[in-house]
């Protein structure tokens, strides 16, 4: 059974961007497809990507993620997403390759073979859809712009164990993580008010709270995170693959 990790390496044969993103087609502005559901991204880059998970001891690594490498991230109106080029290609340090997280998820073998045509290369790509989330973090170690980091807490299926992943990121300096976690909660609230059909009162009052929420409080001496727990969240789904792995 294929259980989401957050990052793969995705390529041309990839079609179903349900888990992953997909490579965008030759010739448009960014490598990784968007959907009309995406809107206007905001860009910017980040370090520090960690993929954890909670153990009897607390958090540990769930995914190994070379601590220099930089990401573009990608906030869109459905998801987070997390991309790389300049991954070392030739080795399995990320965990892909036999561990078994690289998938053509649910492609044919006709349609994957017309994808390869529109879309070339690789990535070292992921994403969060954001009816997956329930908890949204932040953190600075030191003044504005410095150290700062921001963590996705992810919902897992029961059967599972039902403990979250955790996708921990460090905004480039230019920006500030108490307002991109605050564009994260609204952008998550104004998607799952459009997106689910059913909450209870509480919920879908919270909910619309949510989407005015201008700046994330972070204690003064940011000695602790800051912290929003969503009003409710959906276990990001499992897969089993359609073929083995090589």
Known sequence: MYEWRCLAIVDGTDVDDGLSPILSETGTTLPVGLTPADGRPRMFTATGIEILESGPEGLRTALDV??????????????????????????????LGAAGVVFALGATAVSAARA?????????????????????????????????????????????????????????????????????????????????????????????????????????DNSDWGECELPSSWPVPTLTPAAPLP
């Open 116 to 220: 390869a045509h529109r879309r070339k290369g690789k990535l070292l790509a992921g994403h969060v859809r954001y009816q997956w989330v329930s908890w949204v973090l932040a953190k600075r170690k030191g003044g504005r712009g410095t150290g700062q980091m921001i963590r996705l807490a992810v919902s897992r299926p029961d059967d599972l164990g039902g403990s979250p992943f955790v996708i921990q990121f460090s905004p480039n300096k230019m920006h500030d993580c108490a307002e991109i976690a605050a564009d994260i909660v609204q952008r998550i609230s104004k998607f799952r008010l459009g997106f689910d059909q059913e909450f209870t009162a509480k919920e879908l009052a919270d909910f619309q709270s949510l989407t005015t929420i201008e700046r994330f409080w972070i204690p003064h």
């Open 66 to 95: 070379p601590s220099g490498m930089e990401f573009h991230v990608l906030l869109t109106d459905c998801r987070l997403i997390l991309y790389c080029a300049k991954y070392d290609k030739g080795s399995t340090w990320i965990g």
